[in-house]
């Protein structure tokens, strides 16, 4: 089975190449934008028809939360328009599309955990676009998955974990807001359930959502503290408020998810944030 991944040099395609050896089964064509510009539909329509994958698993995203608030074009063109060239040619030959989808859609005024089919309302550009992709996917996709995700980190790229690893080791302390709660995700945990789903063949037509993020729940001052336990750096961790540490982009104060769907569906067991992170960190201690 062929699979074609975008966005490769990032998070989750890194880590997907990391795993591939353990999958034999699968035949991967990794491409990133010097490869494959996804916002060109004739440039993906030629990929398809020449490696024709079995399926695509689309890790390509514009991240950058704050930045799309004025860059807000780019941010749609990448997380929309894309996805929209994707959806439309994996259903003209018939290829599955796996779309990488983000808790931001949600504007996080919920009290419980975030159910697939709970009503979206995204509050920033950045969720706006990535919310816009979805929609491009159920719009033009005949047969795809949307798996929503969050907090995602690895030992690839730049994100949260190594961030308050490299201030951690530079300074005395650090203020992490302590009122935004959700759910870190390991990108190779998300990667690793990529790659089991595949082996589940063959889908149904139509397209579905799947909520995936590590077990458990907690906020970033305590992922903090978590990253700087585990890494073993002495650094003091400050719990401040959202309203002390003001940024561009509104972020959801509360994004935790129900993934019973996809445990139940795919038999997805899970690990526990905390386990995750300390194999993440663990392994970037080695590099």
Same mark, same amino acid.
């Given at each position: 089975?062929?699979?074609?991944?975008?966005?490769?040099?990032?998070?989750?395609?890194?880590?997907?190449?990391?795993?591939?050896?353990?999958?034999?089964?699968?035949?991967?064509?990794?491409?990133?934008?010097?490869?494959?510009?996804?916002? =060109?539909?004739?440039?993906?329509?030629?990929?398809?028809?020449?490696?024709?994958?079995?399926?695509?698993?689309?890790?390509?995203a514009y991240t950058a939360v704050d930045k799309a608030?004025?860059?807000?074009?780019l941010a749609f063109l990448i997380n929309a328009t894309?996805? @929209?060239?994707?959806?439309?040619? =994996?259903?003209? &030959?018939? %290829? +599955? #599309?796996? &779309?990488?989808? *983000?808790?931001?859609?949600?504007?996080? $005024?919920?009290?419980?955990?975030?159910?697939?089919?709970?009503?979206?309302?995204? %509050? =920033? #550009?950045?969720?706006? =676009?990535? &919310?816009?992709?979805?929609?491009?996917?159920?719009?033009?996709?005949? $047969?795809?998955?949307?798996?929503?995700?969050?907090?995602?980190?690895?030992?690839?790229?730049?994100?949260?974990?190594?961030?308050?690893?490299?201030?951690?080791?530079?300074?005395?302390?650090?203020?992490?807001?302590?009122?935004?709660?959700?759910?870190?995700?390991?990108?190779?945990? #998300?990667?690793?359930?990529? +790659?089991?789903? +595949?082996?589940?063949?063959?889908?149904?037509?139509?397209?579905?959502?799947?909520?995936?993020?590590?077990? @458990?729940?907690?906020?970033?001052?305590?992922?903090?503290?978590?990253?700087?336990?585990?890494? @073993?750096?002495?650094?003091?961790?400050?719990?401040?408020? *959202?309203?002390?540490?003001?940024?561009?982009?509104?972020?959801?104060c509360y994004s935790v998810f129900n993934k019973s $769907?996809? $445990? &139940?569906?795919?038999?997805?067991?899970?690990?526990?944030?905390?386990?995750? +992170?300390?194999?993440?960190?663990?392994?970037?201690?080695?590099?």
């Amino acid at each position: 089975m062929k699979i074609l991944v975008t966005g490769s040099n990032g998070q989750l395609g890194n880590e997907l190449k990391v795993l591939a050896e353990a999958y034999p089964c699968f035949n991967f064509v990794f491409t990133d934008v010097a490869e494959l510009d996804i916002t =060109s539909e004739i440039e993906v329509e030629l990929m398809v028809k020449t490696e024709k994958p079995a399926a695509i698993i689309n890790c390509a995203a514009y991240t950058a939360v704050d930045k799309a608030e004025k860059e807000d074009n780019l941010a749609f063109l990448i997380n929309a328009t894309a996805v @929209g060239n994707l959806a439309r040619v =994996s259903s003209m &030959h018939g %290829v +599955l #599309l796996i &779309h990488i989808s *983000t808790d931001y859609v949600f504007d996080g $005024k919920g009290f419980r955990p975030y159910q697939e089919d709970d009503p979206t309302n995204p %509050v =920033s #550009l950045y969720a706006k =676009s990535k &919310h816009a992709g979805e929609q491009q996917v159920q719009s033009y996709a005949d $047969k795809a998955l949307i798996i929503r995700t969050s907090w995602l980190y690895s030992e690839f790229g730049t994100n949260f974990v190594k961030t308050i690893m490299k201030y951690g080791k530079e300074r005395g302390q650090l203020n992490v807001v302590f009122d935004q709660i959700g759910t870190p995700t390991y990108a190779r945990d #998300l990667a690793k359930t990529i +790659l089991d789903i +595949l082996k589940i063949q063959p889908f149904a037509e139509g397209v579905e959502i799947y909520n995936y993020s590590n077990e @458990g729940v907690t906020s970033w001052y305590d992922f903090a503290k978590a990253i700087i336990e585990f890494s @073993g750096i002495d650094c003091i961790i400050n719990p401040i408020e *959202t309203k002390d540490y003001p940024l561009p982009a509104v972020r959801p104060c509360y994004s935790v998810f129900n993934k019973s $769907k996809i $445990k &139940h569906r795919f038999q997805v067991k899970i690990p526990f944030w905390r386990d995750s +992170l300390k194999e993440c960190i663990d392994r970037i201690v080695q590099i």
